[in-house]
């Protein structure tokens, strides 16, 4: 059995009076100590919300399920609570970083707020509390859908959004 430390990953054996059978304990995986040389991405991208605190939402620049979904958003946000960026950019890149993911991802829409980043179903509701009614309370509704049951939907959407709803040559933001 392996518990996690701090410093690592540390390998327990069984004490000499426990009933428990003789056995080796493997340890399947180790915390490796951070690269000194590593980026610590959300310095490197706070600048984005020095002056600008709002939410970052970062989506595929070239799908056109994706680009309605900006069109819509910005259509719904009167106050405009939201900022927009394409994946594909280097800010776009630089912020899946931030959020713990490959830069090179585009398989979720990311919404990218200062202290937390959401992925996924989650950035849709999240997106949807940001706008105007009726969404946010849609959004509070959906919240109770199980996520594995939003996350699959969503999933199935965004692996087939090329084939039903096309792509274009370029991002329109």
């Known amino acids: 059995m392996a518990l996690l430390v701090p410093g690592g990953c540390a390998r327990l054996s069984p004490s000499s009076s426990s009933r428990v059978r003789s056995r080796r304990f493997a340890t399947f995986a180790a915390l490796s100590t951070p690269r000194k040389d590593a980026v610590d ?21 070239v799908c056109n399920l ?27 890149k630089k912020l899946l ?36 009614l009726p969404f946010p309370q849609l959004a509070f509704l959906l919240q109770f859908v199980p996520i594995i049951l939003r996350d699959f939907a ?12 096309g792509r274009s040559e370029s991002c329109e933001i």
């Open 41 to 61: 991405w959300v310095a490197a991208t706070s600048s984005f919300f020095e002056q600008d605190s709002r939410p970052i939402m970062l989506f595929d620049g």
């Open 66 to 92: 994706c680009n309605g979904g900006v069109r819509f958003v910005r259509a719904n946000d009167r106050n405009r609570r939201i900022r927009f960026e394409a994946l594909q950019s280097e800010a776009g």
């Open 97 to 132: 970083r931030r959020s713990g993911r490959d830069p090179d991802d585009i398989s979720s829409v990311v919404l990218v707020e200062e202290e937390r980043s959401y992925i996924k179903s989650d950035a849709v509701l999240k997106i949807m509390e940001y706008i105007d």
């Open 154 to 165: 969503y999933d199935n959407m965004a692996n087939n959004r090329y084939a039903f709803f």
